[in-house]
């Protein structure tokens, strides 16, 4: 299984951040996987932001909870994140990621004006 990040690197203050985690080798349906959305600020640790699973069951981060929405796209297999109302803490390298450990190799989201 593969994963792979895409998104824009740079996003303004308030705006929203969409990412997309395209999945290959492995179908996004498949029943006891979820599929997570995990960020690295610079210089802290990894946070786990929220989760997809089959059935459209969402997962959340209590300190994301009310910003971050995910959602997915079973014809394309893919599996999306919205962040809203995003500040430069937001700033990350942000990385999806399955129950099995396959992780995407990250994509860098820089909030600035």
């Known amino acids: 299984v593969q994963l792979q990040e895409s998104g824009p690197g740079l996003v303004k203050p308030s705006q929203m951040l969409s990412l997309t985690c395209t999945v290959s080798?492995?179908?996004?349906?498949?029943?006891?996987?979820?599929w997570s959305w995990i960020r690295q600020p610079p210089g802290k640790g990894l946070e786990w932001m929220g989760a997809?699973?089959?059935?459209?069951?969402?997962y959340y981060s209590p300190s994301q909870r009310g910003r971050t929405s995910i959602s997915r796209d079973t014809s394309k297999n893919q599996f999306t994140l919205q962040l809203s109302s995003v500040t430069p803490e937001d700033t990350a390298v942000y990385y999806c990621?399955?129950?099995?450990?396959?992780w995407g190799q990250g994509t860098q989201v820089t909030v600035s004006s």
């Open positions: 997809i699973a089959n059935g459209d069951r969402t």
């Open positions: 080798g492995g179908s996004i349906t498949t029943s006891y996987y979820a």
């Open positions: 990621a399955d129950d099995l450990g396959h």
